[in-house]
């Protein structure tokens, strides 16, 4: 077993890249390179990229995570079914060891990716709360636009087999529960939310989670805006532009992120977060029934 640190890249196929960058663009991410063949897209923080389309039928095509060292990626490259250690496409540069689930999705393990330089972000001035007001003579304005995404914060598939799933992705990458969830009886799992172990240092609540129910597949990657303020403007740059929304705004329970679901024009699900739980490798694990996963806070379901 090694271990992962964060999640680095999902990428896709789509016949179009016109299209895929020009919804990308809506959603707030910037092109970091393109040619006749790929399309890499990437945030405001140092990552060199995130998002990666090759021109093809359209389709989920796997998702990457970043090793914690060099030494964790030729490790790597000793567990069963890796390909070795081999270069990385794309801005930055790298390495990668590559596998295949149990379900037949791409998995990468990345490492020594060159980072780019941070883009500006705007940020909100400090909001006056009603028992905390600190704005004084400032009159708070949110300029319209994309969100502008931060960075790739996690992604969902959906599994045949939970279990199976659960022993391939734990036994390889060190991944640690934050949320368990169980059908009927408790022992009965069918999803786990992963957090990356990071030791003393804080982790999200999840950057990777599989779900035994529905058709097998992709469900979901999530992107970090900067505030409550970027995820609401996004909403409504995404929906003047005339974008699929899937769900939200609203405040899940689990995780207590702030979300937005929208669908690319081939119906892959990305989510805008922001205001997400953080838990160190102490944290113990909670239990919940499938009610809790789905329930919010407040907000969610579809506005169309």
């Keep these: 077993m090694i271990r992962v640190t964060d999640i680095a890249c999902v990428r896709f196929r789509a016949p179009d890249l016109d299209e895929m960058e020009r919804f990308l663009l809506d959603f707030g991410l910037e092109r970091a390179a393109r040619s006749e063949d790929d399309l890499y897209m990437r945030g405001t923080d140092p990552d060199p990229w995130l998002h990666h389309t090759r021109r093809g ?20 490259a000793q567990l069963e079914g ?11 540069g790298g390495s990668r060891v590559r596998f295949t689930d149990p379900d037949g999705n791409p998995v990468e393990v990345v490492h020594g990716r060159e980072p780019a330089a941070s883009l500006a972000v705007e940020r909100a001035a ?6 905390r007001r600190v704005r004084v003579g400032v009159p708070q304005r949110i300029a319209a636009g994309p969100a502008r995404v931060k960075r790739l914060g996690h992604a969902v598939l959906r599994v045949a087999d939970f279990r199976t799933s659960e022993a391939w992705y734990t036994s390889r990458f060190g991944f640690l529960p ?27 609540h999840h950057t990777f989670l599989c779900v035994g129910a529905g ?90």
């Design 126 to 131: 400090p909001l006056n709360t009603g028992s």
């Design 178 to 204: 934050t949320d368990r969830v169980y059908l009927g009886d408790p022992e009965n799992l069918i999803a786990t939310f992963w957090r990356c172990d990071r030791g003393d240092d804080p982790a999200d």
């Design 215 to 304: 058709e097998p597949g992709f469900e979901h990657a999530a992107f970090e805006v900067e505030d409550f303020d970027a995820v609401m403007v996004g909403h409504d740059h995404l929906r003047n532009a005339g974008r699929t929304h899937e769900n939200g705004v609203g405040r899940h329970v689990l995780g207590s992120q702030v979300f937005d679901y929208w669908r690319d024009p081939w119906g892959h699900i990305v989510e805008h977060f922001t205001d997400g739980d953080l838990f160190d490798a102490a944290a113990k694990p909670g239990l919940h029934d499938p009610a809790t996963v789905l329930a919010n806070q407040w907000g969610g379901g579809p506005v169309r």
């Design 82 to 92: 890796a390909s070795g250690v081999e270069a990385l496409d794309g801005p930055g």
């Design 57 to 76: 039928e359209a389709g989920f095509a796997g998702v990457a995570f970043h090793a914690a060292s060099a030494e964790d990626l030729a490790a790597a």
